[in-house]
């Protein structure tokens, strides 16, 4: 089993900047990616970023893709997302995610989330 806690949500302004926190516990060794999704009020779950841990690989969705950045701290299990030239299309509540295997499947674990709200 994997934990995810998430912090770093919050209010800010168009245009201003957040950085979120995911601290990984527990199994962590079989760890192959972890990444961010987002769940806006009234649509499905959708995908922003991830981090492949074996080569530091990164993949961003095309609507951050220049203003996002995920990273990771690898003496500490946490990966981050930094939120630059935020929009209040980014409002949503922010989800960590871990998967052991190749792709964000079912047995994907997820963090508990974080809100993220950008005022116009």
């Known amino acids: 089993q994997v934990q995810l806690v998430e912090s770093g949500g919050g209010l800010v302004q168009a245009g201003g900047s957040l950085r979120l926190s995911c601290v990984a516990s527990?199994?962590?060794?079989?760890?192959?990616?972890m990444g961010w999704f987002r769940q806006a009020p009234g649509k499905e779950r959708e995908f922003v970023a991830a981090y492949r841990w074996s080569d530091e690989g990164t993949y961003y969705a095309d609507s951050v893709k220049g203003r996002f950045t995920i990273s990771r701290d690898n003496d500490k299990n946490t990966v981050y997302l930094k939120m630059n030239s935020l929009k209040p299309e980014d409002t949503a509540v922010y989800y960590c995610?871990?998967?052991?295997?190749?792709?964000?499947?079912?047995?994907?674990?997820w963090g508990q989330g974080t809100q993220v709200t950008v005022s116009s």
């Open positions: 527990g199994r962590t060794f079989r760890i192959n990616r």
């Open positions: 995610a871990a998967s052991e295997t190749f792709r964000f499947g079912r047995d994907t674990y």
